[in-house]
């Protein structure tokens, strides 16, 4: 069966500090993938989303960065965060339809 | 992003009650999706609709892919305290997902 995970499930960071968050998915290939943030239980905003390895489109000018270094391992990062970066951040995979993982709640101090 | 126009954005419903949402677009899509969200996690597939006048139920769930391929809409027969969440429809055509507002729901006991 498929599954996706996210982690970590929470982060606190300072402004100004890196970001990684991780997303893998297993019991399937060549998954599209997709990162989005979510503010205020509402809204999902496409970040970034990918259909192959080392293939990343991005939607929305920002300083997050993605990347797809395996076929089932979707990354996204920053170098220095910013306040406005805090938010629910939830990846997804596509087979014949779109799941998502259990999400990363990121909060900027 | 385009974003779907997805009503009402709330409802406080009676346990036992039925309940209603739907979801319009300006754009032909050529799959329908109905999510569930839980605080704090991430939004849980309900039900996809792949073809025009599609009607398919998932338990007390029933929705419907419009004839036209620009609106859906989502039905909760005999509501139930554990319905509460926040529901999101979500239309997709090539490689992109469009998200509705939300719904959110409240079951009184």
């Known amino acids: 069966s498929q599954t996706i995970h996210q982690w970590p499930a929470t982060l606190v960071q300072p402004v100004g500090s890196p970001l990684s968050l991780e997303c893998t998915v297993e019991?399937?290939?060549?998954?599209?993938l997709y990162w989005y943030r979510q503010a205020a239980g509402r809204g999902l905003q496409l970040l970034f989303y990918?259909?192959?390895?080392?293939?990343i489109s991005s939607e929305v000018p920002q300083n997050l960065s993605a990347s797809r270094p395996q076929d089932r391992q979707f990354i996204l990062s920053s170098k220095k965060l910013l306040l406005s970066d805090s938010g629910f951040y939830l990846c997804?995979?596509?087979?014949?339809?779109?799941?998502f993982g259990p999400g990363t709640r990121l909060t900027v101090l | 992003g385009q974003q779907l126009n997805q009503s009402p954005q709330s409802m406080f419903i009676q346990e036992g009650e039925d309940v209603s949402m739907n979801c319009t677009s300006s754009s032909i899509f050529n799959t329908w999706l109905w999510y569930e969200q839980d605080p704090g996690e991430g939004p849980v597939l309900l039900i996809a609709l792949y073809k025009a006048g599609e009607l398919t139920s998932n338990g007390r769930l029933t929705a419907q892919f419009g004839i036209t391929r620009k609106d859906s809409f989502l039905n909760i027969s005999a509501s139930i305290p554990s319905d509460v969440g926040i529901y999101f429809c979500?239309?997709?055509?090539?490689?992109?997902?469009?998200f509705g507002t939300g719904t959110s729901l409240t079951v009184i006991p």
């Open positions: 990918s259909v192959g390895i080392g293939q």
């Open positions: 019991g399937t290939s060549n998954p599209n």
């Open positions: 997804a995979y596509t087979t014949d339809t779109q799941y």
């Open positions: 979500a239309g997709h055509t090539g490689n992109q997902f469009y």
